[in-house]
Structures are given as structure tokens and as C-alpha cells.
């Protein structure tokens, strides 16, 4: 059984106070927020956003050490929006700038990974084994250990050596062929979805893992596809395909089989999003925009004959609303149990009162003016207060304290750092 950090017995409780354990005796602290991942210690190989946000996902004290090349996770020297992934994905993590391919470096990060519960990567097929830092290796040395893989591709697959990006994943899964107009091109989602949801699926494997091991004593071999992935964001599209139903194709705004469902409307100021499809709901929007009469439309009777004349529904929808604002047509719409959204602006969300009500925006606390907004966890445990880790660390800003922690001497770190191993 591999020791906990500072040689301490995981059998033992501890509550995680800065970088050091502090033995807690006598029951719950009532004084702490609710941590129910303290003391789990997180190895960070990742680059980008699936790997760091998934070590990064439900941080809740637990400590995150990074472990970057001494030129940086590659997210630091693709422009802003690459600045913009290291803040919103490695907060409250410590940084330690590694040359992984001198041995020197590789016995740093073995020594790290032995005091750790979780190895997440997602580099580039093949490196982390040539560096001898892949899961076989790792977890034969240390079988407790939890090793978390992302890659573009299934390892069992041909293209599993190709690089692996969110938009290829997009693509090649089916997603970008029912995105966007009938008559235009493909579309991607607008932001790199599938690398934020491959982030959150590995950290669910993650935890069922944790999981396991408190049952079994030991670790285990994760892997996690972006590819698999964007298939599992479409699992009932899918699932309807497979039943024997035509092809999807893309169709813009709105929904297959149902309508109004999905229907973007021009309003006086911008547009909603509205579905009513349920008979139910499509009566009661026929009786609070004052169009009784619709319900018994012989085109609009039944979802069935609204789907056949979905052109003539869009022009009676654009009728009614296109006098109100949109917030009006929210509150019209929504305060009578009709699903509806404003389409709003980043600059719109951020003044929204659901949004200011949610608290999900906070600041991430950093030193120099480093402090920057960004947003938590979006969910809660209990009445604690929401998780607000400090900024994104400097590449190797922690180099020293990680290697102290690890049991490092002061002559040795310098040693390190002489030899051009630590940055």
C-alpha cells in the first residue's frame, strides 16, 4: 500500500490546511465547509482543457500540483483565449516546471506520483509512455494510484495516434452534421464543448474510482474519448438513429418532431427561444397571447399537423411576440409554465438577475494584481459557501514549495535548478 503524502496512513483522518496535513481528532469540524475530497492528492500532467479541467473539477481542499514542461502548458503561447483556458481550468493548483525527458525530472515526478491518489494527462498519444510516466508503468510501480488518460481517440482504435482535438471530435462524432442551417455548411458548437464535457466525464471515472479503491484497496486504469464523448452528448439522437429513424440532418433552429419546440422569435428587442409542444402547453400559450382560436386550427391541433405546417406556425409565433421586448415575453411566457429564454449577450448574462442571484461568478484570488473573475463550481455542497480557489499559478510558481513538500533539501532543489531540470 503506497503511503499518504508526508508518509502519513490514509486510514488516519486529516483535514488539509495549506500544503500540510493537520491531524484532526474528534469528530466532524463544524467550523470547516463541507470537503469531501480533502486530502485526495492530484497529479496534473494535462495541456489545454480536458486534462486540467478535469483535475481541476470538484476541487473542493484538495490539493492539485501541475506538472508543466519548463516552456509551459502549450495553453500559455496560443494568444488570449490559450491565457483565458489557464485561468478558468488551473485555479488552485500549484505549478512545478519539469524537463520530464531528463532522468532527473522523471524521478521528481515518480516521487511526486507516489505521494499522489490521481494521474490525469491528456498529451499527445505515446508521450507519457516513452517518458516512462504512462499508466502501465505508473501503476505497476504504484497500484493504488488512479490514472486518468484522455486522448482524441479510443487506444483500441486506428486513429488513436492522431492528435486529438474538440473539433475534430465534433466532426467525426456526427455533431457538426445536424448543427447550423439545412442550406449551409456544418457548424461547431460555439465553444470547444466536447473538451469541457470530456473534463467532467473523466472526473466522474475519477470518482467512481476513488470510490472503488475504498472498497478494494486498489487503483485503476481510466481512459476517457473525446470522441466517445461527443457521441455521449447525442446519446438519444443516436439512440433514435439506431431505432430505425432517417438520418438527422441539420435543421437550424427548432426540433424534428416536435414544435413549437426549440423555435427562435424575433422580438421587438431580440429574440426568444420558446417550446410548447405538449398539447397542454400550446394551449395555454394560444389562450395568454390571445389567440384562442389557434388551438383549434386545424393546422396546429396537434403537435403531429404543427410539425407538417411548421413554416405557417413560425409566422403565427413571430405574430403574437414580435410586439413584446424580450424580457417581457419572458415574463408573459415563463410565468405561465412555458419553457422560454431570452437569447442574450455574455454582456446581457452578466447583468441577468438569475445569473447575479446564482453567485457563480467570483473572484479568484491572486497576489501582484493577479486576481481575476472568474466563475465557480456550478453546484453547491450543503450551506457552504461556494468554492473560490486563488488564480492560475506562473508556470513553476510553486517549483520550490512542491519540492520541499516532497521531501526535497534545500541543496537538492538547488541542484535541480542548476542542472536545468526545474524551472
Excluded at 486529438?164 to 456544418?186: F, K, R
Excluded at 400550446?282 to 405546417?309: K, S
Excluded at 473573475?373 to 450551506?383: N, Q, S, V
Excluded at 506562473?394 to 533539501?409: I, K
Amino acid at each position: 500500500m503506497v503511503g499518504d503524502h508526508w508518509g502519513l496512513s490514509r486510514h488516519q483522518d486529516y483535514r488539509i490546511f495549506g500544503n500540510r496535513p493537520c491531524r484532526y481528532r474528534g469528530g466532524v469540524n463544524r467550523s470547516l465547509p463541507a470537503a469531501p475530497l480533502a486530502g485526495v492528492r492530484v497529479i496534473d500532467l494535462g495541456q489545454y482543457i480536458a486534462g486540467p479541467g478535469a483535475a481541476m473539477a470538484g476541487r473542493t481542499r484538495r490539493p492539485v500540483t501541475k506538472i508543466e514542461p519548463l516552456s509551459g502548458d502549450r495553453a500559455r503561447h496560443i494568444g488570449r483565449y490559450g491565457e483565458s483556458m489557464i485561468r478558468a481550468y488551473n485555479r488552485g493548483k500549484q505549478s512545478i516546471a519539469l524537463d520530464l525527458k531528463s532522468a532527473a525530472g522523471r524521478e521528481v515526478a515518480l516521487r511526486l506520483i507516489a505521494q499522489s491518489d490521481v494521474v490525469i494527462q491528456n498529451l499527445r498519444p505515446g508521450v507519457v509512455d516513452k517518458l516512462g510516466l504512462g499508466p502501465a508503468e505508473v501503476r505497476a510501480r504504484f497500484p493504488r494510484v488512479i490514472y486518468l488518460s484522455i486522448a482524441g481517440f479510443s487506444g483500441n482504435g486506428p486513429s488513436h495516434a492522431r492528435p486529438g482535438y474538440d473539433i475534430a471530435a465534433q466532426a467525426e462524432s456526427g455533431l457538426m452534421s445536424v448543427t447550423g442551417e439545412p442550406d449551409g455548411l456544418p457548424q461547431k458548437v460555439g465553444v470547444p464543448v466536447v473538451d469541457a464535457a470530456a473534463a467532467q466525464l473523466g472526473a466522474q471515472a475519477v470518482l467512481a474510482a476513488l470510490y472503488g479503491r475504498e472498497k478494494t484497496g486498489r487503483g485503476e486504469t481510466l481512459e476517457v474519448s473525446l470522441l466517445e464523448t461527443a457521441l455521449h452528448l447525442q446519446a438519444a439522437t443516436w439512440c433514435e438513429y439506431l431505432g430505425g429513424a432517417p438520418e438527422p440532418t441539420r435543421m437550424g433552429h427548432g426540433q424534428p418532431h416536435n414544435a413549437p419546440a426549440a423555435e427562435i422569435v424575433a422580438t421587438r428587442d431580440g429574440h426568444i427561444v420558446l417550446s410548447a409542444y405538449a398539447e397542454e402547453h400550446w394551449q395555454r400559450f394560444c389562450r395568454i397571447v390571445g389567440r384562442e382560436e389557434l388551438a383549434d386550427d386545424p393546422r396546429f391541433a396537434t403537435n403531429a399537423v404543427r410539425v407538417q405546417h411548421r413554416a405557417a406556425l413560425r409566422e403565427v409565433l413571430q405574430d403574437c411576440l414580435s410586439g413584446y421586448t424580450s424580457e417581457e415575453a419572458v415574463q408573459l411566457l415563463g410565468g405561465n409554465q412555458i419553457v422560454v429564454g431570452a437569447v442574450r449577450r455574455y454582456r446581457d448574462v452578466l447583468s441577468s438577475p438569475d445569473f447575479l442571484a446564482s453567485g457563480i461568478l467570483v473572484d479568484a484570488p491572486g497576489e501582484g494584481g493577479a486576481a481575476y473573475r472568474a466563475l465557480g463550481l456550478p453546484y453547491r455542497l450543503g450551506d457552504a459557501p461556494r468554492s473560490a480557489p486563488p488564480a492560475a499559478p506562473a508556470c513553476g510558481a510553486d517549483s520550490d514549495d512542491v519540492l520541499a513538500a516532497a521531501g526535497y533539501a534545500a541543496p537538492e532543489i538547488a541542484a535541480l535548478r542548476g542542472g536545468g531540470v526545474v524551472g
